[in-house]
């Protein structure tokens, strides 16, 4: 069965919601709602809905810098692979909107699939190329694909001049970066640090998928990038060790992937300021993290 055949579009009003934020569920109605680009610029923050703490950062700084905030709330079938948390995954639309209005957001965009892929998954799509086949990519074929094809169905839908993400999903911002600076999309990106629960663990949507024991441990995964920063004058390997040394002490947390790499090329670092990433699971939960961390400064030729 298609991922696709979800419930048939709405066919209302084509604002559903003319109170603050308006809530718009077609091109057409956001379009109708915010005809003009304000002066002040126009920022955008997408998501996939289940709103938290991380979210209303990424809104709070597109605030700062723009005039007018449009968030974007759409589970994305592209992205999803066989087998992976599309039908759980959290749909909290109601909350989402009072999370909006608490930072006030001017619009919402909530499309169904039907509206975002009206003749079902699309034939042109966006290659991430080499990078998107690294890390994550490795782990979840043709996710990036997706992610960057709606990321600039979504830049195209809003219009925007600024488009905010969180730094929690690295490769995604390093592919979304890539993508503009490759197709010349007239739009900023800004990165956002990654907000964290009080324990150090990341705020995630999918937080709410782990028991109360899993939940217990998750901070495990913090604790352990902050082994390896700690570690990170003593080079790749000792950081390694580090962050797999707390980890086997943490029998509920299975490592999928760990991965140091440069910042900008996402290969493997071996010296100067690297980002260390982190894939684990937890029962059938799949949380990443990552931090910066600083290796040795690379070894100069010595001058003759
Ligand atoms: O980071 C996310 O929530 C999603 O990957 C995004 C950027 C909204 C695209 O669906």
């Not at 603050?20 to 996939?48: E, I, Q």
Request: proline share 10%.
């Amino acid at each position: 069965m298609s991922i696709f055949l979800e419930p048939a579009p709405l066919t209302g009003p084509a604002i559903l919601s003319t109170g603050w934020p308006v809530l718009a569920h077609t091109p057409v109605a956001l379009s109708a709602a915010l005809p003009a680009r304000p002066a002040g610029g126009r920022a955008v923050v997408m998501t996939m809905g289940a709103l938290h703490a991380g979210h209303a950062s990424l809104m709070r700084e597109a605030r700062k810098s723009s005039e007018q905030v449009v968030v974007t709330v759409f589970v994305n079938p592209l992205q999803f692979g066989p087998g992976e948390d599309l039908d759980r995954y959290p749909r909290t639309l109601p909350a989402d909107m009072e999370v909006c209005a608490a930072e006030g957001v001017d619009a919402v965009f909530a499309p169904s699939a039907e509206v975002m892929y009206p003749d079902g998954p699309p034939c042109v799509r966006v290659d991430p190329g080499p990078l998107g086949d690294l890390l994550e990519g490795e782990s979840r074929p043709g996710h990036f694909v997706g992610v960057l094809t709606v990321v600039l169905k979504l830049l195209m839908i809003t219009r925007a001049d600024r488009a905010y993400f969180g730094e929690k999903d690295f490769q995604q911002l390093a592919l979304i970066r890539q993508m503009v600076r490759d197709l010349q999309l007239p739009v900023e990106i800004i990165g956002v640090p990654t907000v964290r629960e009080g324990d150090g663990l990341a705020r995630s949507s999918r937080n709410r998928y782990l028991d109360p024991a899993q939940r217990t441990v998750a901070p495990t995964l913090a604790a352990a990038l902050a082994a390896g920063v700690a570690a990170g004058t003593d080079g790749t390997p000792a950081v390694l060790a580090a962050v797999r040394g707390v980890l086997e002490s943490q029998p509920l947390i299975t490592l999928d992937r760990l991965d140091l790499v440069d910042p900008i090329t996402l290969r493997p670092a071996t010296s100067g300021p690297a980002r260390l990433l982190i894939a684990a699971r937890l029962g059938t939960t799949r949380l990443i993290d990552n931090i910066a961390v600083a290796l040795p400064a690379p070894v100069l030729d010595e001058e003759v």
